[in-house]
Every structure is written in C-alpha cells, then in structure tokens.
C-alpha cells in the first residue's frame, strides 16, 4: 500500500487574511509562504468561525461550530465528548505531536480538584503528545534565552521592552525588544521542530506535528531587521468612522467594546485605550505588525527549506492558517472581538502530499476554519466523525470544485464574563445572552445578537461595515431573509453525534452519513 502522508499543520496566531504578498498587500512580506502556495492551493476567503484563542482553535481542531463545542470564552472548559482531528488521527495509526500550545481548558468533570489543569485555559487539546510547550510565557523559550544571554527582566512582558531606553513607551512604536531575529518564539520554536524531524526515523509510520506559532500575536514588536523593514507612512489607512463617537454610534455592543480594549495588552505597558489612537500612531503599530509577519514568514521559510533538504516536502500535507484575525485599528478597535471581518478573516494554504493538479489555484468560494479537520482527515485516510460541522477542501485540492457548496461563512462571538458583573451591569446582558452570530455573503452581512438588536450591512455600497441597514425599511425583506437563512443555518447543524443512528429499522441498526454537501 502506499505511504500515509506525514501532516504538518502550522497555525499563525492573530494573522490578518489580507496580509499576503501573493494576494497583492502593499506591506506583506510573505515570499515563503506565497512559495507554498504556489506549490499548493491558496483559499482567499477563509474565515475562523469564533474568537478569541480558545474557541477559535477549538472549532480548529474539532471541526465544530461554537454553538456545538460550547467553549464560549478563553477558559471555557472542552468538552471531552468531542473527537479532535488529533484524537482521530491517533485511532488511525498516526500519534500527533505538539510544538507551541492549543489553548484548551480541560473538561473538569472526573479531574481531582487540586489538578493544576484546572487552573489554566492554556491545555493541551485531546489526541497531541507535547514536545515543547509553548503555553504563556513560554517558560522553556525564556530559559533559552537567559543561556544565550538575554536580560529577561524581572516582570512577565519585561523582555519585550525597548531595548533602547528599557521603558514603557509613550504608544506604538518601532523599537527592537532585549532579544535578536534568530532569538524569537517563532525561531526557536522552528528550530525544536528541525531538531525533533532530524532525530525522527522515516520508516516509523506517518508523522503529524502541530506547530502552533503565537506571532504575530502582541504585544507588537520585533527585533532588526523587522522592525524598519516597512515605512509606516505606506501602511492601508485604518477602515473607521471620522470619529469614535461616531464609531461608537453604529451599535451599543460596538460603544462598550470601544471603552474596554487597553492599549497596554498590544504595546508593552503603553497607556490609554486603543480606541483613541491617532492615525499615524495606528500606522506605526501597523508597519510593526507587517514586520512580525515578515519575520515569522522567514521561519516558515527555513522550516519548508528543511524539509526540501531531507526529502520530507514532498511527503508532507502542509496546512498553513491562523486562529483569527486582528482589528489593527480598523473601526478603532484592537484584537479579535465582535463582528468586523478584519478579525475573522484569516489566510489559509493547503499544500497536499505528492503535489496537486492545482498547484498555484486560489480558491474563491468561502471556506471555514471547520473544514481543516475533516480536510486533513480525508486526507490521511480516517472517517470524518459524523458530528463535524466542516467539509473536507479535498476536491479544491485536486483542481474540482464540489458540486455543492456553501455560499455564505459563519461565525460567533461570545462576550460573556463568567465571575463579573460588566455585561449585565452596562448592556443588560446575561451570561447567556451576551452573544452575536453572523452570517456574510457577497452582498450582505447579518448580525444577530441574542439580546441585542441586529445588524445589516450592504457590502457591495458599504465594503467597510460603517452604516447599520437594519433599521432602514428599504432593507426589511433582506433583513428578514437573513434572519430566516441564519436560523435554518443553526438548525441544519443541531449536534448529528447520533442524529443519523436509527435502531428501529427493519434491517437493523442504520446509520445514514451527514449531507456535508449541504448547508
């Protein structure tokens, strides 16, 4: 029989969809990775499914929407029920390793309460074997550090600091942190990854590795040559309303998201609230934030140069993604939060083993962070549990296009705070209403909050989500079009665990398999 093909999946935290050199961004510097492409198929609008970190690679690795892995917030404990891409790749021979983190918070049920598990959202995703943890911060990296040495500091974040004068700065800025290029999380991570495939037999089965990568995630700093490689006067300008009043106008949830995001969680203990940066202070974190991606896109480089050199690629299924977006100041907000599809789309190159017919194709139909584990199982020769929402890219990947397909992405976005009173005290929330669901075509995107009004925005006169058209009469029908494709959307993926069992047929017990050419 022939050889399974090893897997290497690589997720690039909080890297904007828009940010590759291949799809003509001004700034991107992506050479290896448009490399890769061109070897492999390039999905141009691929969107995560929820944020932030724990959800978003919850829905990664389970092939699920939010509203069945129910793991709402950073924290928010995996339900251990829920098979993962690793968990079936590991029934069917492979044994999956890890190399940086998953972010998943363990099922508590059965866990004695001392477990240390039980204190961090920062688990191990069912099905991985650990390499190297990456979990913050990153404890294994900042001993490596201190042996080549690095003044660490004595605070947390304090190796991110200026170099130059060792102080918060004033805003973003383009200052080198205390540490060299080839010093990085990125570089060392790449590097325990050569090290582990240098050491690993060929002839010992298939591999799988994850290699979970937690740049460009803030804070926003890089060291030389990245930091100067891009002019922040050539930056896109920031996609917002003339003013923050104004911003805050389109919708009360956006108004109390605008008042919470600190400048400080993205700039090394800088003041104020993100929403009040200028424009040329949003261009310089901008010009940092192109030269994080140039830098981890050169270790990217020197991983698929490896495997080039040892024979590997060919062999290999390379999956590159993100989690999730980044704001980066578009509509004055930072991170990944709300609705705006600057933080939910994200890039995605799939690469097979033993080449494709496609090679160089960009995909343009809508794809889902649900697909990549049922796209990487297909791929390796295991079943696709029937409870996976996501369907395999297996006939992008072989130059086709599925006879079926869906023509609009989804997404969710949970904003409860278990153990505070914010949502309720200032929305009017509860811990289970304080939540939004978006369904986004070419034409139009709907957002429907659980008890909140909805949005509507008509992207082919509004590309930048400025003007709410709920309200307005002219789009009711559409507005109540949207509301009834999203309510079907959400029944046509009630959890299919056993949905498709009977066991009072005449034949007996009778599974019928999930249409994934559906919905």
Known sequence: ??????????????????????????????????????DGVLFRNHFA????????????????????????????????????????????????????????????????????RLRTYEGIAPGFAVHTDMAE????????LAARGVELGSGVHDVFRPRGTGKPPAGPHREPPAFDADQTETAFLTGRLIEHLSSAGRNTGPGFVHVSQLRPHPP????????????????????????????????????WELNRIRLAGYVYEAPGLGADLTDEAVAVM????????????????????????????????IVVTSDHGEMLGDHR????????????????????????????????????????????????????????DGRPLTAFLEGGTPAVWRDAVHWEYDFREVGSTTVEDQLGLTVDTAQL???????????????????????????????????????????????????????????????????VTPGGPTHVAPNRAGW
């Open 333 to 388: 907000l930072l991170g990944k939060c709300g609705y705006f599809d600057a933080a939910y789309h994200v890039p995605l190159i799939v690469k097979p083993a033993g080449g494709t017919p496609a090679a160089g194709r960009i995909v343009e139909a809508f794809t889902e962070a649900v697909d990549l584990a049922p796209t990487i199982l297909d791929a390796i020769g295991a079943g696709i549990p029937p409870a996976m």
């Open 220 to 255: 926003f700093v890089v060291p030389e040559p990245y930091n100067t490689l891009i002019d922040p006067a050539s930056t896109p300008p920031p996609v917002r309303a003339a003013s923050r009043d104004a911003e805050a106008a389109q919708h009360r949830y956006l108004a």
């Open 49 to 116: 499914t929820c944020a932030p970190c724990s959800p978003a690679r919850a829905s990664l690795l389970t092939g699920l929407y939010q509203m069945n892995h129910r793991v709402c917030r950073n924290g928010t404990p995996l339900d251990a029920r829920h098979a993962t891409v690793a968990t079936v790749a590991r029934a069917a021979g492979y044994d999956p390793l890890l190399l940086g983190y998953t972010d998943q918070s363990i099922d508590p049920r059965g866990v004695p309460a001392g477990d240390p």
């Open 437 to 503: 669901a978006v369904l986004r075509d070419r034409a139009f995107k709907y957002v429907h909050f659980t008890g909140l009004p909805p949005l509507l925005f008509d992207l082919a006169r509004d590309p930048g989500e400025l003007t709410d058209r709920a309200g307005d009469p002219d789009y009711a029908a559409i507005r109540a079009d949207y509301a009834g494709r999203m309510l079907s959307w959400r029944m046509a993926h009630a959890d299919r665990t056993l949905a498709g069992w009977s066991l």
């Open 137 to 144: 911060p990153s404890p294994v990296w900042r001993d490596w």
């Open 1 to 38: 029989m022939p050889r399974r093909p090893d897997v290497l999946l690589i997720t690039l935290d909080q890297f904007r969809g828009d940010s590759l050199s291949a799809l003509g961004h001004p700034c991107a510097r992506t050479p290896h990775i448009d490399a890769l492409a061109a």
């Open 286 to 317: 901008r010009a940092t934030y192109y030269g994080m991606i140039a830098e981890v896109d050169a270790q990217l480089g020197r991983t698929i140069a490896f495997l080039k050199e040892s024979g590997r690629y060919d062999d290999t299924l």
